[in-house]
């Protein structure tokens, strides 16, 4: 009989943190070793920049040397994102194939559900295989059948506002809501329209249409008549680890802690409660997350001490973060304009940049950029990110164009995607680029004889194939992480999809052999992104606070807009002028609810500079208290008032 091994009794010695400090090539200080060091259930609170990424690999490394071979369990390792589960990967380097493998799980929270749970649970009602799709793929479906158009025109569907294509089967009961996590019905169950609504959505679900949110429902029904299932979770995982915590929205919060919350099994959740921010996609505007522990990351290697003083305040959960020692900060701007100088405000930033030397500082991966909570939209003439630079434009950018006319476009809009830093959308531009290939040898998806898209693509073959999913996530790894658009990496990706070909029973036709080889760059590839402005020799990207979450800048330039109210000019910098008991109430009172939301915005939005951090706010918001305050040296900023020329 082999011996019992527990996981939290695991003990990590020097020469296990020296080595996994040689395979990083730095040393880990003292919060990162004592987060290395437990092995019990814990909530794990990161400041930015505090190396939990690293943190969590370092673990998974020592992990990986420390299970027995007679250990059959299977090590759970969930993140929010795509993005994040490449980055831990590239981080493991040759570890990654330990984790890839049967019996452990390393993806996202929604691969885990539609792998563990939605899939089996469909599969044992229906017989068949869904088609687990984004909302806007199953749109068309809905838009497809016959009684929807008739359904639009219900008066009682008109007269309350209702969009029909928003109602989902509920993860309360699997009755029809109009919020995922509700825990009533949109309208009484005998009426005729909620009979007509049921029909519609039961036929879409009986033809295997499930969206991202109503695959939870299904888990969550699943869980409801099996809750023995529970049991075999905690069986097959006893350590849970879960990244980006703070991002979990209400329902995945709720599986996490039906599936382990009060099982035997470790469940170590990472996270920064107060960077949690949702897309505008997302009804979810606080995350359900309370870190319980005192395990933290609080160091940074991203802030110097300077900023760091500087950020931590502004938040929902003040916090520890220590910067790192700089000799020479260089204090923070406040870049005060009006409607006449506005567009002016992008100039005086690259001559801050220039004045204080910060070129010497700057890599590729620590770019110039300038952020803002929302872009221009039809018919708002509120400030936005427009209203500084009216040439910016996320949509019509390169990112935006998703097909092209050969394999070597593909590539070269991810080359430019590297700059951006922008891992998610090089991710689906290589998926983009597969499904395209697979088209041209006319390959369709033999679960719903339609062509494949990278979610339908990756569906299947999590649910069908589950050999060629292992070798197309170590594939995107690979080439995701150390992307050069090389003649290498492209006779990598040609062979790989040559060898989809035969699981499919297709040879290479002409028309993809002409995709696969020619090199003629698409027209729309050779337009430069509107997401870079440049001025003097630099350049300056301009993107949504969003859109930056998790990178690091050499400089920020944090602008103010208009959303509901004007983040920085009416909230932020108020927050920051209040004395600590006025900060706690603008934290936590009811009344104070705009703060609470606009707080975690300015919070991730002055979290990314290393060495620089401007912010701009119209005179009208300047008021005289807080102007007071900001031209007080001794509190740390500098002023910069702009003139017309």
Known sequence: ??????????????????????????????DQKRVIH????????ACPGSGKTTTLAAKLIILAEKLPKFFHQGICIITHTNTAVDEIKYKLGSYEDFYNNYPHHFGTIQSFVDKFLAIPAYKKHFKQTPNIIDYHSWLKYLEKQPDYQKLVKNNYIINNNIDISKLVFNSTDFKISKKLNDTSVFVGEDSDTYKKVYALKKRMLEQGQVTYDEAYSIAFSYLRKNPQIVSVFAKRFPLVFIDEMQDMETHQYKLIENLFGNTTTIIQKIGDINQSIFSSHSLQEKSDWRPKTSLKLAKTTRLSDHLA????????????????????????????????TKEKVKEKFVELIIQHDLLKFWRKDKPFKAVGQRRSEVQNKHLNINSYWDEFSKETSIKDKEEFENLFSYLEKCQILTFEKNVKEIRKTLLNGICKALKLAEIKNPLTDYYFTPFSFTQYLLSERDAEN??????????????????????????????????????????????????????????????????????????????????????????????????????????????????????????????????????????????????????????????????DSNNGWSVEFLQEY
């Open 309 to 340: 003083a500087i950020v931590k305040p502004i938040c929902l959960s003040p916090q520890e973060m220590q910067g790192w020692q700089n000799d020479n900060p260089i204090p923070p701007a406040l870049i005060v304009f009006d409607d006449n």
């Open 470 to 631: 292992k070798q197309l996530n170590l594939n995107l790894s690979k080439w995701i992480l150390n992307f050069q658009n090389t003649d290498t990496l492209r006779t990598n990706i040609v062979n790989y999809i040559r060898t989809l070909l035969p699981i499919f029973k297709k040879t290479e036709n002409e028309m993809l052999s002409t995709f696969l080889t020619n090199k003629t760059l698409s027209t729309l590839t050779q337009q430069k992104s509107t997401q870079i402005y440049e001025h003097k020799g630099i350049q300056v990207y301009f993107d949504t606070i969003h859109g930056v979450k998790g990178e690091t800048h050499t400089a920020t330039l944090y602008l103010e807009t208009f959303k509901g109210s004007f983040d920085i000019g009416s909230k932020i910098l108020h927050f920051i002028v209040s004395n600590q008991m006025k900060k706690e109430g603008l934290r936590a009172k009811p009344s104070y609810e705009t703060y609470q939301k606009k707080l975690p915005l300015a919070y991730v939005a002055m979290s990314r500079a290393t060495h620089f951090l401007c912010l701009a706010v119209h005179k009208n918001r300047f008021r005289e208290d807080i102007q007071n305050y900001f031209t």
């Open 38 to 45: 437990f092995w019990d259930s814990t909530d794990i609170q």
């Open 1 to 30: 009989m082999q011996p019992m091994f527990q996981v939290n009794q695991i003990q990590v010695t020097d020469e296990d943190i020296a080595k996994v400090e040689q395979h990083f090539g730095f040393h880990f200080n003292g």
